[in-house]
Structure formats: C-alpha cells, structure tokens
C-alpha cells in the first residue's frame, strides 16, 4: 500500500476522520495555527470555537456522553493546555472518552521556558488515562489511532497529544486506523464464566438482593442498559441508581428505588443498608455512595461487575468479582440464568418489598408546598410535566440543584443525563449542554443550573449564540452557593462565611446582551409560562427562576455516617454533633 | 481474617514490565506519590534494547488490601506489559549493591577491612586513608554492613535500592 505523505497538521485531521469524529471543540492559538490552517482547507470535520478551553472540554464531553462517540478537543499549548486541565479531570474522575490535542512549542525550545510553554504532558499525566508528546512525525499518525483506542477502551477517559508546532509543519507518513495495533493495552471485556456462575448462584439464593447500578453500565453503551433492565425485570428485584448511572435503568419502572447515597432517597439507602446480597454493575462504592465505609451495608455479601480491576476492592471488599464489560457480563448472566432455571425465594422478595414499601411510603422527596415563594423542587416538577414525554437531553452544573434535578427529573433512557459526578465541576452544565446539543441540534437540551455555578462558565452563551444552539439554562437563583450554604448551615453554626453573591448580574439583560432570550420567573404564577416559552423559543435561552433562598437539600447523609443515619427534611437533626472524621470529609 | 486485609502491614517486592518510553518512570512513581503509596526503594533499568523493555522493581509496604490496589493500578497504566508480586509468587532472590566510603587510619582501618572480608565486600578503591567497599547482599546484610562501619569511619553510602527475580525456570 502507497504510502500517503503529508504534513503533521493534515495527518491529525485525516487521523481524526479516519476515527469517525465529525465535531472538533477547540481555540486557536500560536502553536495550533497549523492545525487551524488545515481546518480551514477542508469541509469534512466541523469546529466549533468555544469561548474558554476549560469549556472546549466540558463541550466534548457532553457530545461524547450524550452520542456514545470519542469527544475531540485541539486547544493551544501552554494556556490553552493548562485552562483544559479541568475538563481533562473532570473526564478522567467521570470515565468520558476523549482526545485531546494540545499544539507545544517546536521541538527544540521544549525546556526553554519560550513563550506560552508548559510541560504539557508533565501537567496532565495524573488527569488524563494516557497522554503522548509526539517528538517526531513520523510517530503522528500512530499515536494518534493509539490515543482513540485507549481513550474508548476498557474504562473510557480522556488522552492527551502533545505536538510541537515542528511537528506540525514537518512531513510524514500516513496510516491508516487498521494498522496500528497497541502494544500493551487490552482491556479485559469479556468475564471468567466461573465468576458469572458464582454471582448468579448467589444473586438466586438472595432474600433481600438490591442491584446497585452506576455510570459503567451507560460507557458500555445502550445495549448494557437494556440488558441491565431485561435482568432486574427477570429478577424482579430492586434496583437503585448511582448520579451517573440515572437512565440505565428507567425511572419509570416500578422496581426502580430512585438514587442512591449522600442525597440519595431514603428506600434506596435503607434498601442498600438492609440488603443481604448486592449486584454492584459498574459503579465504584464512591465516597458520597458508601457514607462511613465501617457501617455500609452490613451483612451484606457483594458482587461487583466492573471493566476495572483496580475498582474492586478498592474502598469496599466485595465477595465475587466479575471483571469485564457490562454488557458481556449481563448477557452472560441472563444466559446462565435461564440455562440453570434460577427462581429467586418469592416469599422472601415479597416481605423484601413490602419492607421496601414501608419505606417509600416515607415520601422522602416531600417538601413544603406554597405559593408565596417557588419552591426549587416545584420548579423542577413543573419543568418535569412541561418536557415529558418530549426528545430531551439534561445537564447540570455543580451543587443543590444538581441533587435536585437528579431527585426529580426522571430519566428513562440512558445518555439523556449529563452531569459533573466524580470532580464536581461548577461551570461544566452549560458548555456540556452545547456539546450535547451540536450533536443533536433538533433535541431540547436544558442545563439547569444555580446562579453562583453558571457565572463560571457563563461566557459560553455567546458560543452558543454564534453556532444557533438553542440551549436552556435553567437557573435555580437562590442568591447562595446553596449547598456550601447549606453545610455551613447544619454543619458550621450557620455562619455563611463567603457563600453569598451579593452582587449577581440581571440574567434577562445578561442573556440578551449576548444575543439570547432572557425570561425571569419572581413568582410561582409566572412559572409554567416561563417554561413554556422558554422551550417555545428556538433560540438560547437564560431562565432565571427566582427560589426560596432558605431551601435545603434532603434527604441527606451527613458526612461519616452510615446509609441508615439519613436526614429525611429540616425538622431531622443528627442526634449529636457530627462526629470529627465525618465533618473533615467534604 | 478480615482484619488482616486492612490491618496488618505487609512488606512486597514488585516487579512491573515497562515499554521504556519517555515519562514511564514519572507515571509509576506519580502514582505511589498521588494514591500516597510507600516507595521503600525503586530501581530500573532498561533489559530489553530492541523491544524497547525496561523492568522496574519496586519494595512496598501496606495492608493486603492497599497491596492489592497497588498492583491493579499498575497494571492499568497504559504502557504496563506486566507486574508481578514476587513476594505472592514464590521464592525469589533479591539483592542490592552499596558503595561504602570508610576514611580512618591504624586499627580502625584494618578492623573495616577484616570486617568487609567477612561480608565478601569487594575494595574498589582506595588511599592511604580511606577505602570504598562494593557489597551486594540482601538490604538486611548491607544495613549491617553499614552499622558496623558506622563505627569505623563510615565516610558516605550509596545504595541501588533493590533489584529481584523468581527462582526456578519460568521467566516473567
């Protein structure tokens, strides 16, 4: 085969096509010019210039999570790579399969502190999964087919390239994606049958089981979801979702617990504490998850399904390990399922159940309803009823009503839901909603958002402005950091040291000195119209509901406490002071 | 037991199988640094020229369970091609060179040289007050080589850290 010559610029947007990717997020800068003129000369890859790089990011992993796909990111060198930092770790902390290239200065200045130099690679080798400084051309095309495969494989994250602006200019073959073959990196996909055997023995002998289901299930892609739903349904046992994980079972399923953890509902973390046999499917016993790690879930003996083998028995020891892919493994265990004719115990299940209805009937997402002030959690509901049943996509950014939209918007669908889970990132709704809606421009995409997190990213409307998509930043404005307010306030003597913004902009004119539509609902009668317009319009939109500042978030499990521990509403306090190691958890 | 896996601190040798490309060593000792691992010592070296090989061995300690972390999060380092716990998999030799740099004249010279003789240490250099000893042993052998010349003029140490391999025929 004829080997292609071309420069380092045009490699990386051949290698980029060549790897299925359409959409770049990206900002130009003087070791990317190269690469931007390359863009210029051609018609098949799309570019869309985000206002921040740190926004780029979030912006490719809404595309990603949202489409299954690779998110692609060309960013400049020294703070063009160093303002991506944050997305880069938000992707690796939330599994999102990413490329990201960085242009560094040429080769031979590389130590010489040039102008906007970074050690790049240096910077980014514990927030990316694998990253790359390509020193020489003829390494590009490789590399970059490398950084695909690892960035989609096994636990997806982000991959950096590092080329230096040489690098770029100078000439080199081209290959092609099928031949390159990686070295090191195989993933294990599919399980040790033997595994599969034991987990199923024990999930059938279970007399309170619970299926604990997090994001890994959603990576896997939507025939994991399915599968996931075909065997709880076969089961007939309860299910509970992690933050990132909501959509892989649906909401609307009666065996569905909502979500579980810090403010997760109460059935769910009472089904989790009480249970005596839980099916963890690619979710890994994070901290907000667990609560006091001595107190989770005693009793219980665990199975946990996961492509990471360094996610088992990392915070919890868990009995049967299953490492592989989630969709192999659920396949795998309905096979075997059905093969050994497996009947759970019904009259344990049904007393597992009406203990679990006990439960529920606690109401624990009840919150006072009124018609002096919106209620955040109202606003949410009437948000819910007016989008049902309509193509929709949510994001989030960072804080109370990032629970909130995860208690109350119900998702049945996977990669409908896009939110910052492991690094909890303020700012990444409304970037990561743009990504999302480039990759479906006819979808509704709504980014609900808290007044103090959308100013950290807020130059992006004007991204969204420029490239018509119609995004909705649903603003819950309580005037507060509302969950720095709201630890301040049961954990800290109510001192709000630095949690209000007392000067915040006037959103209506904000959004329409950016060249977007700005509504304001001040009272709970303005509330549906605002709604309705705001998904009427067919343009961006700031929304900017004005809520009850004092509003809290429950349920909730304070730090260093156990599942059972949990906080159903204000009237609930701990009963005694939280103790020292919980208050120094975050 | 139970208590074992998260109590009791275990001392392991770890070898890892790298692709020796740039960066390799800073992503292996990042991440001990980052997840607050004990490095105890770390050695490499390139083995394999035209594979482009380098073994690193790494001396560990934690619980059973932190040792367990630590070999899956190796392993899922890209350019990792293998690890293995020589400590788990059976008998296996160790061993660490040191160069000791003992300065004294008269008695004490000569009780650091008898004493060397004893622990097979090696002169590999010397002048008429001072000698440097080349040793290899187990790190417990060179740390009583070293207490003893402490007594004897110990003028400056360097030690490899240690380096480790299975016995028996199988290779890695």
Redesign the interface.
């Known amino acids: 085969m004829a080997e292609q010559v071309l420069n380092g610029a045009e490699i990386i947007l051949k290698a980029l096509k060549d790897q299925g990717v359409e959409v770049i997020f990206g900002y130009p800068g003087g070791a990317v010019l190269p690469i931007y003129d390359a863009l210029y000369k051609q018609n098949d890859l799309r570019h869309i210039l985000v206002r921040h790089e740190q926004a780029a990011v979030h912006a490719a992993e809404g595309y990603a999570r949202s489409t299954g796909k690779v998110g692609c990111v060309i960013v400049t060198s020294g703070p063009g790579a160093t303002n991506a930092v944050t997305g880069l770790t938000d992707a690796l902390m939330d599994s999102i399969p990413l490329v990201c290239i960085t242009g560094q200065v040429p080769t031979h200045l590389i130590g010489n502190d040039a102008f906007q130099e970074a050690d790049t690679?240096?910077i980014t080798?514990?927030c990316t999964?694998?990253?790359y400084?390509v020193k020489d051309v003829k390494h590009l095309a490789r590399t970059l087919h490398e950084a695909f495969f690892?960035a989609r494989s096994g636990r997806p994250g982000p991959v950096l390239i590092d080329v230096p602006k040489d690098v770029q200019f100078n000439e080199g073959p081209y290959v092609a994606p099928h031949e390159v073959r990686h070295?090191?990196?195989r993933p294990q996909v599919k399980p040790d049958l033997a595994r599969v055997e034991e987990a199923i023995d024990l999930i059938a002998g279970a007399r309170r089981p619970i299926f604990y289901v997090g994001g890994g299930v959603v990576n896997s892609g939507p025939l994991a979801s399915k599968l996931l739903t075909q065997f709880v349904r076969m089961t007939g046992y309860p299910c509970t979702n992690t933050l990132m994980g909501l959509g892989s079972f649906p909401a609307s399923d009666p065996q569905f617990l909502g979500m579980l953890g810090m403010h997760g509902t109460y059935e769910a973390n009472l089904a989790m504490h009480g249970c005596d046999v839980m099916i963890a499917v690619g979710a890994r016993f994070d901290d907000r998850v667990t609560g006091k790690i001595a107190d989770f879930a005693p009793g219980s003996r665990k199975i946990h399904i996961d492509i990471?083998?360094?996610s088992?028995?990392?915070n919890v020891?868990v009995d049967v390990a299953v490492v592989g892919d989630a969709a192999h493994v659920l396949e795998d265990m309905i096979r075997l399922w059905k093969a050994r004719q497996k009947r759970p115990d019904q009259a344990a299940l049904k007393d597992w159940w009406s203990q679990i209805n006990t439960w529920r009937k606690r109401d624990c997402l009840r919150y006072q309803k009124t018609d002096k002030v919106i209620k955040p959690q109202y606003a949410l509901e009437r948000l819910r009823d007016a989008i049902a049943g309509t193509d929709h996509y949510i994001t989030t950014e960072v804080g109370q009503h990032q629970m909130w939209a995860a208690q109350f918007l119900p998702f049945d669908q996977p990669n409908r839901w896009m939110t910052s889970g492991g690094l909890g990132t303020m700012g990444y709704g409304l970037p990561a909603a743009i990504g999302v809606q480039i990759a479906h421009p006819t979808s509704l995409v709504v980014d609900v958002a808290g007044e103090s997190s959308i100013m950290m990213n807020i130059q992006e409307m004007s991204t969204a402005v420029q490239y018509q998509a119609p995004v909705k930043v649903f603003i819950l404005n309580n005037q507060y950091m509302g969950m720095v307010r709201q630890w301040q306030e049961l954990l800290h003597g109510s001192r709000y040291s630095e949690s209000q913004l007392t000067s915040l902009p006037d959103f209506v004119k904000l959004a329409e000195a950016f060249g977007a539509v700005g509504l304001r609902a001040s009272k709970v009668s303005e509330l549906d119209e605002v709604i309705r317009e705001m998904i009427a319009v067919p343009r961006p939109v700031i929304v900017d509901v004005a809520v009850d500042p004092t509003e809290n978030c429950f349920p909730m499990i304070p730090g260093g406490r156990a599942h059972n521990e949990i906080l159903l509403g204000p009237a609930d306090r701990p009963d005694e002071a939280t103790p020292e190691d919980g208050m120094v958890l975050v | 037991m139970p208590n074992d896996l998260t109590n009791k601190i275990e001392k392991h040798t770890i070898a890892v199988l790298v692709d020796n490309e740039p960066g390799v060593l800073a992503r292996v000792i990042g991440l001990f640094s980052g997840r607050g691992y004990n490095i105890e010592s770390l050695t490499v070296s390139e083995i394999d020229k035209e594979n482009n090989l380098s073994r690193i061995t790494i001396v560990t300690s934690g619980t059973r369970m932190i040792v367990e972390q630590i070999k899956a999060q190796l392993e899922r380092l890209v350019p990792v091609h293998r690890v293995r716990d020589l400590t788990d998999d059976g008998p296996y030799i160790e061993r660490e060179l040191a160069l000791v740099k003992v300065a004294g004249t008269g008695e004490r010279r000569s009780e650091a040289m008898r004493i060397a003789g004893i622990f097979n240490a090696r002169v590999v250099d010397t002048t008429l007050s001072s000698f440097i000893f080349e040793l290899t042993g187990t790190a417990e052998e060179l740390s009583a080589f070293v207490a003893l010349m402490g007594q004897l003029g110990l003028a400056e140490i360097s030690r490899t850290g240690a380096v480790a391999i299975s016995r028996g025929a199988a290779g890695f």
Request: aromatic share 6%; charged share 30%.
């Open positions: 690679t240096g080798r514990s999964k694998h990253n400084l690892v070295k090191t990196y990471d083998p360094s088992i028995n990392k020891r």
